[in-house]
């Protein structure tokens, strides 16, 4: 659980959604080291769990050797080498088990236009967050999917 003081200053209504996030496990699939290390330690000041991958295809790989529910969510690149992120959310959802129609994957892109988000959701991703990630809007969507 959180310290008490770590929401000191912060509204009660942000004080409860970071505190929602504590505990929760989220897959980050990003094949740049430098955006896994920054995304990890964001979501890690938060106390959530992260485990994480370079491409897709281990993405799928390691969802579906998962046990049922055990990613909350899933933070991806759109464009990565072996598989892109849009390809491997459409495998996920593909997969014949419950979560895999229900973890929310939330796509983190530098592409940014109103084309893009649209083919990111039309991939089965829920949402879309451009890079550089506002850690705040990354709270937000975290906390609005994971239940």
């Known amino acids: 659980m959180a310290d008490e003081n770590e929401f000191e200053g912060a509204s009660p209504q942000i004080a409860a959604r970071l505190a929602s996030l504590a505990g929760k496990r989220v897959l980050l699939v990003e094949d740049h080291p430098l955006n896994t290390e920054i995304a ?4 890690e000041r938060e106390k959530m769990l ?6 897709g295809k281990e993405a799928v790989e390691r969802f ?4 049922t529910g055990y990613y909350d969510a899933i933070l991806m690149d759109i464009r990565m080498p072996v598989m892109n992120g849009l390809d491997a959310a459409k495998a996920i959802r593909a997969l014949p088990r419950p979560d895999a129609a229900t973890v929310p994957i939330i796509a983190m892109t530098a592409n940014a236009f109103d084309e893009d988000v649209k083919t990111t959701l039309e991939s089965g991703m829920n949402a879309h967050l451009s890079k550089p990630i506002e850690p705040n809007v990354m709270y937000d969507t975290l906390s609005r999917f994971i239940k």
């Not at 992260?50 to 491409?55: G, I, K, L, P, S």
Request: net charge negative; proline share 0%; aromatic share 0%.
């Open 40 to 43: 990890r330690k964001l979501l």
């Open 50 to 55: 992260v485990e994480d991958t370079a491409n």
């Open 64 to 67: 579906e050797a998962s046990e």
